[in-house]
């Protein structure tokens, strides 16, 4: 009996030494033991279309290659509809641990207590990494709670072509744009020298250019209908009206393909787009040769004042999550250089890393590195987290100005009640 | 007129069939079934025309979607959408696929049990609250369902119903039945209570009346029901997207949705989609019009 | 007495399921969401797993608002909800029972008039949008190409009001005349054709056995056809919210699409739900209304 008893006692003496030699090997790392030792499921929701999911796949499998004890669901959602399928899911405590974000939709879900901060995962080199606009839609009140995995801005985009056979050069300033704008119009052809859409998305370049802003973070003032704002819309209305360089019928349910459309036709010289509309672009059509296709900084207003809406999308971790520290892992392997690169080459989507561009594959991207000085000079929309819901009065205003059913004053007034009152509730 | 009354009473609901068809087709009758066939033309032309459109853009490669020409016949046909669209991520539209039939048709055999059941009650039996009850049913309709996904979304998790074919079944099941109800109520008004009547001093059950009298002779109003259903089914986004969690789940509107991106949309992915969605709601038309026309006396003959 | 008793209990029997099924899932959120309208609440204050609620009661707040701050406005958007509504519900019903009756006849190759005829019933509705919006297309749309071809002036069918409006009500009356046509033809199948036998037995021209026997009994099923096509084209938001938005500039809104955005872009679900109870109270005035009508048609 005693012998056996030994027997015990050795058997668990060693299973105690394993055990603490495995506990110290384990608490070097900085996560805690229990998360890197336990098999976890990361559920990620994310919202890439069709064509990026694959790239999105592949990055994932390499991940849990790597990372053996973690493993991935990943479910696509659709865009359309994913902020209210989130929040539908995380109010009632039923979110993914990961969730891809669209920068507009962060600051909402942040206010709501939906997400988990990670200020205290973030190493310092991310921090310094991440393209500052970028990384700003990411934190709200002084916390972090997302890591930005693909940005984007409004880029003057035009025709090479028409501008050599012209005689023009890039336009640096509106003046010069105008001018551009009626050297390249041509109404016998058809042909104009810029295309405008009826999205108040697209008018927020000019309400900058003229000195306007849309609500001041800080204070939240609402400066949409100052002066330089209402110059910047009345700006673009003459263009239509009195300079006759943009169509005069604006199909506003149809207007993105429309312009889109005729850009690739050679109808229109310019036209505002961003990265998203290269693969599109560089189908068919004028810009079948990739070199044709000209990015530009949207021209500056009369005081040098600029701006070009930034967008794009990162990940979030969701304040149920039950393994916060796997789920940063994640997303940090995605948002890595290298893997935001891969989203770039293969999707035409912009890295928020600045260290992605200079990754060779990139560098040589001609593409890239001219939408890169772009977003390295947008302009962080309101971060609040009414940022979204501000479109919905924003554009029926817009397109009733353009359609001179107000006057700029008007329709930028009615915006600016329309925002105090959304901002007071 | 009384003669009349007998007569429908007694036969039941027949199949219409215009008497001129029996005589030997004069001229005139001819002149006036050219002129049908022209105005059905027409109708059929006018529905098809948009989906036609969809069709042939279902087989233009993306480059060719839009273009300043109307062209129905692509210049390059191509069968990569369907390809694309069958077979992207592992073939998971047939798991779409598959998802949207079982729930249609769980919901089309669930709509008709519940709402010919309650329609019967409705039909033959006079009770405390039977108005309020049949107008509350109208009322559900008329607040706008899609106002009410965030206290139905809290309801269904709290019985536990998420991320279930069970909870959009019931979902689905009592959106349509308003509709149900008060269809097939009006076709089991039309059906004498004699007939049960009889049935019952043969002995049978009520429930044996409900089924072996009543149905079979309703089975125009139940199949316009079974389709109502089917389709309602089939085609609602709204829900389904917000009841169901992970992409295995999704049904066909809610999967098609992931062609439609941020700023535009993959427009020939979602044609080849589109084509595929309509498919089987024809089939099962073709199958349920089976039903919906035939002439079907044996009711009658059994009273 | 013992016979009554026992076939009231059969009926309560027969109704049970279904009147569970509606209470659980559409009544209970339906009063929870008419509550709502008598409250400021929204995603803050609704609470979550994170946040308690801080929501309140607000009495009528929200309804005074809603008549005051939009007064044009709400006039303007129930008007439109109104014509959108009746225009498309008249041709559902007109054409609807045209083909139903056409499709009646024995003629060749009905079952394919049928099967194409049932095709837009068949299409999502977002497709069925998208489709239309493409059609409508100012510069590339086939109705707009097609008049050029012509010789015609193009439309800026979708950039102003009136031509927007129509546009979208054409896509739904497309969209809804094959349901129509199916119930109303459901419903002639339930005429005996004994009665048209006898009325042609007595020399009675067609067009009066439509109108003295098949009008008379496809009441019933033209009713509830008519009252539930019009409840639900009130509230049809697909449709217009897919083609215009409510575009161009709010012109083409009506009430739904309005509480709509309300709920789900902004998610005031206090404000949306006090548009539910207006759209509600339209429609039980009409449905009453319309009752009343069917009542003193039927006492005729």
């Avoid at chain 1, 641990?97 to 991310?126: H, N, Y």
């Avoid at chain 1, 429309?258 to 961003?274: C, D, T």
């Avoid at chain 2, 009543?214 to 986004?237: D, K, Q």
Wanted: charged share 15%; with cysteine.
């Amino acid at each position: 009996m005693s012998s056996i008893k030994k027997i015990i006692k050795r058997f668990s003496l060693l299973v105690m030494a394993v055990m603490a030699l495995a506990l110290m090997v384990t608490g070097c790392s900085k996560s805690e033991p229990t998360e890197a030792s336990k098999p976890v499921t990361i559920t990620f929701w994310h919202t890439h279309n069709a064509q990026e999911t694959p790239t999105l796949e592949a990055i994932v499998k390499d991940f849990e290659a790597k990372n053996p004890n973690i493993k991935v669901e990943l479910q696509a959602v659709p865009f359309d509809g994913g902020q209210n399928k989130f929040k539908t899911a995380a109010q009632a405590g039923n979110a993914p641990d990961v969730f891809r974000s669209e920068c507009a939709w962060t600051p909402q879900f942040a206010a709501l207590g939906l997400l988990a901060p990670i200020d205290d995962l973030v190493t310092a080199e991310d921090k310094a990494d991440f393209l500052p606009v970028a990384a700003a839609a990411y934190q709200f009140k002084g916390k972090t709670y997302g890591l930005p995995q693909v940005t984007d801005a409004l880029a003057l985009l035009y025709n090479k072509k028409m501008f050599q056979e012209a005689g023009v050069a890039v336009p640096k300033t509106m003046d010069e744009f105008l001018a551009v704008a009626q050297k390249l119009t041509n109404k016998d052809k058809g042909q104009y020298g810029f295309a405008m859409r009826g999205d108040s998305y697209w008018v927020q370049p000019f309400v900058w250019a003229f000195g306007g802003g849309l609500i001041d973070i800080n204070d939240l003032s609402v400066q949409i209908n100052n002066a330089g704002s209402v110059k910047g819309l009345q700006f673009v209305i003459d263009l239509k009206d009195k300079y006759g360089v943009i169509p005069n019928e604006m199909d506003f349910a149809n207007d993105y393909q429309n312009v889109m459309v005729g850009f690739k036709s050679g109808k229109y010289a310019m036209i505002l787009n961003g990265p998203w509309a290269t693969a599109d672009l560089l189908a068919d059509g004028e810009f079948k040769d990739a070199n044709n296709l000209g990015i530009a900084v949207i021209p500056a207003g009369p005081e040098g004042k600029f701006g070009s809406p930034m967008g794009g999308h990162g990940f979030v971790i969701s304040a149920n999550t039950k393994n916060r520290e796997a789920a940063y892992k994640l997303i940090q392997f995605v948002t890595s250089k290298e893997n935001e690169a891969k989203f770039a080459s293969a999707n035409n989507l912009l890295p928020a890393r600045k260290s992605a561009y200079d990754l060779d594959e990139l560098k040589n991207n001609r593409i890239i590195s001219d939408f890169k000085a772009v977003v390295e000079k947008a302009t962080a929309r309101p971060m609040i987290p009414e940022g979204g819901e501000i479109y919905t009065e924003f554009t029926p205003n817009y397109q009733a100005a353009l359609a001179g059913k107000k006057t700029a004053q008007q329709a930028w007034d009615d915006v600016a009640a329309a925002w105090n009152k959304l901002l007071k509730k | 007129m009384s003669t009349l009354k007998t007569m429908s009473t007694t036969e039941g609901p027949t199949k219409l069939m215009p008497l001129k068809n029996k005589k030997i087709k004069s001229k005139k009758s001819r002149g006036l079934d050219i002129l049908v066939h022209m105005i059905l033309l027409v109708a059929a032309f006018a529905s098809v025309f948009p989906l036609l459109w969809v069709l042939s853009t279902s087989f233009k490669p993306a480059t060719e979607v839009f273009s300043n020409v109307i062209r129905f016949i692509p210049a390059h046909p191509t069968l990569d959408n369907y390809h694309y669209v069958l077979t992207f991520k592992n073939s998971i539209f047939l798991t779409w696929f598959k998802n949207s039939f079982i729930l249609a048709l769980l919901t089309t055999i669930i709509s008709a049990f519940l709402a010919a059941t309650a329609a019967y009650s409705f039909s033959r039996f006079k009770f405390k609250g039977k108005n309020t009850l049949l107008f509350s049913f109208l009322l559900a309709q008329m607040f706008p369902g899609a106002l009410l996904i965030v206290p139905l979304y809290s309801i269904m998790k709290v019985y536990g119903l998420l991320n279930s074919y069970t909870g959009l079944v019931l979902a689905y099941s009592t959106a349509s039945l308003p509709f149900c109800v008060m269809m097939l109520k009006g076709f089991f008004d039309t059906i004498p209570v004699e007939l049960e009547e009889a049935a019952r001093v043969d002995g049978l059950s009520p429930f044996g009346t409900f089924w072996k009298i009543v149905m079979p002779l309703s089975l125009p109003g139940l199949s316009v029901t079974c389709l109502f259903s089917f389709i309602t089914a089939w085609n609602e986004f709204m829900f389904a997207l917000t009841f169901m969690n992970g992409e295995d789940l999704y049904t066909l509107p809610v999967g098609l949705r992931i062609f439609v991106n941020q700023f535009q949309t993959d427009w020939h992915y979602m044609a080849a989609g589109a084509i595929l969605i309509t498919i089987p709601v024809m089939i099962v038309f073709l199958w349920a019009q089976k039903y919906l026309i035939s002439g079907l006396t044996a009711g009658g003959t059994k009273g | 007495m013992l016979k009554k008793i026992k076939q009231t209990w059969v009926a309560y029997v027969f109704l049970a399921p279904t009147v569970l099924a509606m209470t659980a899932i559409v009544f209970y959120p339906l009063i929870l969401g008419i509550t709502y309208s008598f409250t400021d609440l929204d995603q803050y204050n609704m609470g979550n797993k994170f946040i308690a609620p801080s929501w309140q009661w607000v009495g009528l707040q929200n309804y005074r608002d809603l008549f005051s701050s939009m007064t044009s406005e709400f006039w303007t958007v129930a008007l439109n909800t109104l014509i959108w509504t009746f225009t498309n519900v008249f041709f559902h019903f007109t054409i609807g029972l045209l083909l139903a009756v056409l499709l009646n006849r024995k003629i060749k190759g009905r079952a394919i008039y049928r099967m194409m005829m049932l095709i837009p019933w068949a299409v999502p509705s977002f497709v069925v949008a998208f489709s239309w919006r493409w059609m409508f297309n100012s510069e590339y749309g086939v109705i707009n190409l097609s008049l050029l071809a012509l010789g015609m002036n193009t439309v800026p069918w979708l950039a102003q009001k009136w031509t927007a409006m129509f546009a979208v009500i054409i896509t739904n009356i497309w969209a809804g005349i094959p349901f129509m046509m199916i119930t109303l033809l459901g419903g002639l199948q339930s005429i005996p054709k004994e009665l048209y036998e006898a009325a042609e037995v007595d020399g009675a021209p067609a067009w009066q056995q439509f109108f003295q026997i098949t009008l008379p009994l496809l009441k019933p099923v033209a009713f509830t056809a008519t009252l539930l096509g019009t409840i639900w084209t009130f509230n049809m938001f697909n449709i217009i919210y897919l083609i215009t938005q409510g575009g161009p500039y709010r012109q083409t809104e009506i009430l739904v699409t309005y509480a709509y955005q309300e709920a789900f872009t902004n998610w005031h679900l206090g404000i949306a739900s006090t548009y539910g109870v207006v759209i509600l109270s339209f429609l039980i005035a009409f449905t009453t209304f319309y009752f009343k009508i069917a009542k003193q048609d039927e006492a005729r």
